[in-house]
């Protein structure tokens, strides 16, 4: 089955990394995203990475994804009070060539202290 | 050029009522999928559109039902409310070409309550 695990909290202190982690099942998804909401907001794309890669970098965003154990991260370096805001992290799978939709994980909510 | 567009951006109904929310996908997007999300929680996909016909739909009831204009805008219709139903509704647009990557751009959403 399709299912998307994130820790619910991430606190830091701004100008620190955060790690924002996520597992999924479902082996056969094609592509990996992070998206970030903020109150009241529609779901902003960060970045994605295609499930035959293993790292992409994007200015202060790193993922990171392992394939073997299922697991996907990003890394926010740098972290400002401006990042604050729900992380969300999501798989997709392609159907016989269409698009297929987004599995979202519960979102993760990071906090940044001045 | 326009990101994805959504009306109304607020709207409260009665159990019972019926209501119609709308999109306009971002600029040479041909796809339109509908996602829900409760409070708390992530979204959750609905159906997705393609050449005005459902193409996928997620484990949502018959109540919720769409509709794709041949200008690729769409709409969702939800018949006989029940509180749960209370969400914000976000509307997501894509490119059906296989290209790189199958990233899909979200509207601002419709913040639906359901008294």
């Known amino acids: 089955g399709e299912d998307v695990e994130q820790s619910l909290f991430l606190s830091v202190r701004e100008g620190d990394s955060s790690v924002i982690n996520c597992t999924y099942t479902d082996s056969s998804s094609t592509y990996l995203y992070w998206y970030k909401q903020e109150p009241g907001a529609g779901l902003q794309l960060l970045t994605y990475i295609f499930s035959n890669m293993d790292m992409k970098q994007d200015q202060r965003l790193t993922v990171l994804l392992n394939k073997k154990d299922k697991h996907l991260s990003l890394r926010i370096a740098d972290t400002q009070t401006g990042d604050s805001a729900i992380y969300f992290c999501a798989e997709s799978f392609h159907y016989g060539g269409s698009q297929g939709n987004l599995i979202f994980g519960k979102g993760t909510k990071l906090s940044v202290k001045p | 050029d326009a990101g994805v567009t959504q009306s109304p951006t607020h709207l409260i109904k009665t159990r019972g009522q019926q209501v119609t929310l709308r999109c306009s996908p971002k600029s040479g997007h041909d796809t339109v999928s509908w996602y829900q999300q409760a409070l708390g929680q992530g979204p959750q996909f609905i159906f997705q559109y393609y050449e005005e016909e459902e193409r996928q739909r997620g484990n949502f009831p018959d109540r919720f039902s769409g509709h794709q204009f041949p200008n690729y805008s769409s709409e969702l219709n939800v018949n006989a409310l029940l509180l749960g139903d209370s969400a914000l509704y976000l509307c997501?647009?894509?490119?059906?070409?296989?290209?790189?990557?199958?990233?899909?751009?979200f509207g601002p959403g419709t913040r639906l309550t359901v008294l």
């Open positions: 997501a647009s894509s490119s059906d070409t296989l290209t790189r990557t199958d990233t899909q751009y």
